[in-house]
C-alpha cells in the first residue's frame, strides 16, 4: 500500500515555504513561490494544483508528485427544512492503514450572513449530560489543516470562492459584500481547548487578510472551562470567548458539566474577568441550556446575574434539543421568556437562540458522527446535488 500524499489545503504559511522548499525551490525563491500557492490555495480555491497559472509548470509538476489540495470529503448532506446544512466529512487519510476520520460540521444560513459551526475533535472526553457529542468517545484531536478543511468544504459547496456556484437547494446568503461563510464558531464536536495548537493554527490561517480572511471578531471558541488554556486564547488568537456554563452553583454544574470538579465556577469566572481583550465591545457569552426543571427557575436567573456581575457579558439562552436517549426535556416556553426576562432586566442582553437544524440533529449538542446515523436517502440525495451542481 501507498502512503497516501499530504494536502496542502488547511496548511500554514510556514508549512507552504516548507513544501516548496522540498521540491528543490531555492531558499531566495521560497517567500515568494509559498505566498503564490497561499494565494491559489485560500484566495482563489483552487483544488487542483494544476490550476495555478502564474506558476511555472515545471514547478506545478514537482508540486505534483508529492502534494495535493484534497479536502475533507462530504459522505454525506442533510438539509433542514429551515435551511441549516449538516455535513458528515471525511478526513483525508494520514497514513497507510489511516481511513480517514469522521466528524460532523453544520452551516446555519441568515439572510445577511452564514455561520460555520466546526468540530475541533473526534468525538469528545467531557461527557456532558445533556450533550449527544458526549456519547461519542473522543478518538484523537484534529490537525489545523483538518479544522481550515471544513470551512474550505464549506465555501466549495456553497459557491464562497471566485467563480463559485451557490447551490439552489437552500438559503445561503447573497448580496453586494454578503460572504456565504461569514462567521465560524467552535461549538462542534470536541473540546477546542483541549486541542489548542491546532484550533491557534487554524484560527491564523482563517483570519490571514490574503486568504479566506474572516475577522477575528467573527470567530467565536466555545469552552466547557479550560481555565489554563482561555487567557492563552485571547492573547495568541484574539478571538471572541463563549462559556458553556449551564448552571450557577457547583453541585448542579459537576453533574451537568463534569469538567467542573477540576475547574469549579469561581476559578472559572475570575478566568474570564481576566480574560484578555474582554470589553462591552468584546463580551464574553456565557452559553446556558435551558433543562426543565433542573436549571430554568426564577431563583437560578437572579443566580445568574449575580454571578456575572461586573462582567462584560452577554447570555445566550439555548432550549434544550433533544436527541435519542436523553434524559433532560426543554424547558417549557413560558419558562424561558420569565428567565430571559429576569436576566435582561439586570442590563444583560439574553437572547433566546433560535433551534436550528433539530430535524437533522444538527442543532446544538446534537452532533455525533456514527456513519450509521446517516441514511442511505441522504447520501442520495448529496450524489445526486453534486452531479447537478457539475450540469
Known sequence: ??????????????????????????????????????????????????????????????????????????????????????????????????????????????????????????????????????????????????????????????????????PTDGLVPSGEGVRAVSNVVFMGQGEPLYNFESVRDAISVLTDGEGLSLSKRRITVST???????????????????????????????????LNRKYPIETLTQACRDYPGASNARRITFEYVMLKGVNDSPAEARALVKLLKGLPAKINLIPFNPWPGSPYECSDWDTIERFSEIVFNAGYASPVRTPRGRDILAACGQLKSETERVSARARLMLEESLVNGLD
Open 1 to 166: 500500500m501507498t502512503v497516501p500524499m499530504k494536502s496542502l489545503a488547511g496548511a500554514t504559511r510556514a508549512e507552504l515555504v516548507a513544501a516548496v522548499a522540498e521540491v528543490g525551490v531555492p531558499e531566495g525563491e521560497r517567500r515568494m513561490r509559498s505566498a503564490q500557492l497561499w494565494h491559489w490555495i485560500y484566495h482563489r480555491g483552487v483544488a487542483d494544483i494544476s490550476a495555478m497559472r502564474n506558476i511555472a509548470r515545471p514547478l506545478l509538476e514537482k508540486l505534483a508528485e508529492r502534494f495535493t489540495l484534497a479536502r475533507p470529503q462530504i459522505v454525506a448532506e442533510q438539509i433542514s427544512a429551515d435551511g441549516t446544512r449538516k455535513w458528515l466529512l471525511r478526513m483525508p487519510a494520514r497514513g497507510v492503514h489511516d481511513k480517514g476520520a469522521e466528524i460532523e460540521c453544520v452551516y446555519i444560513p441568515e439572510n445577511d450572513r452564514g455561520t460555520l459551526c466546526v468540530s475541533s475533535q473526534v468525538g469528545c472526553t467531557l461527557n456532558c449530560t445533556f450533550c449527544h457529542t458526549g456519547t461519542q468517545a473522543w478518538a484523537r484531536n484534529l490537525s489545523h489543516a483538518e479544522i481550515v478543511g471544513q470551512v474550505m468544504v464549506a465555501r466549495d459547496r456553497l459557491g464562497d470562492f471566485p467563480g463559485g456556484v451557490a
Open 224 to 258: 466547557s472551562g479550560v481555565v489554563p488554556e482561555m487567557s492563552r486564547l485571547g492573547e495568541e488568537c484574539g478571538a471572541m470567548l463563549a462559556v458553556s456554563l449551564h448552571a450557577t452553583n457547583d453541585s448542579l454544574r459537576d453533574k451537568l458539566v463534569p
